[in-house]
Nanobody, 124 residues
Framework: QVRLVESGGGSVQPGGSLRLSCEVS????????RGWFRQAPGKEREAVAAIYTDSDSPFYADSAKGRFTISQANARDKVYLQMNRLKSEDTAMYYC?????????????????WGQGTQVTVSS
């Protein structure tokens, strides 16, 4: 079992920044991908970013490209999402996930373990 606990969510004004953190523990063997996903009310859950634990290579959804940065601790026990130039459209519950991977690095079926989520609200 892999356990993930998110933190760092909150309320921020448009144009502001937040840094989300995810603590990873348990048996991570075979789960080479870490990802961030989000879900707004009435919307489908969507991928935000992902990173390989071995190569440290990041990948981004179009909505996050150029504004968000995914990274991880050297020990691979923490994964981060730095969010800059936030927009109202970024308002959602943000989830950290881990898994062996699926058809591509942002495919949700490739993530078997999920955190409880942390709320991000962007408003004036």
């Amino acid at each position: 079992q892999v356990r993930l606990v998110e933190s760092g969510g909150g309320s921020v004004q448009p144009g502001g920044s937040l840094r989300l953190s995810c603590e990873v523990s348990g048996n991570t063997y075979g789960n080479n991908l870490r990802g961030w996903f989000r879900q707004a009310p009435g919307k489908e859950r969507e991928a935000v970013a992902a990173i390989y634990t071995d190569s440290d290579s990041p990948f981004y959804a179009d909505s996050a490209k150029g504004r968000f940065t995914i990274s991880q601790a050297n020990a691979r026990d923490k994964v981060y999402l730095q969010m800059n130039r936030l927009k109202s459209e970024d308002t959602a519950m943000y989830y950290c996930a881990a898994g062996p991977g699926g058809s591509h690095v942002l495919a949700q079926e490739g993530y078997k373990f999920w955190g409880q989520g942390t709320q991000v609200t962007v408003s004036s």
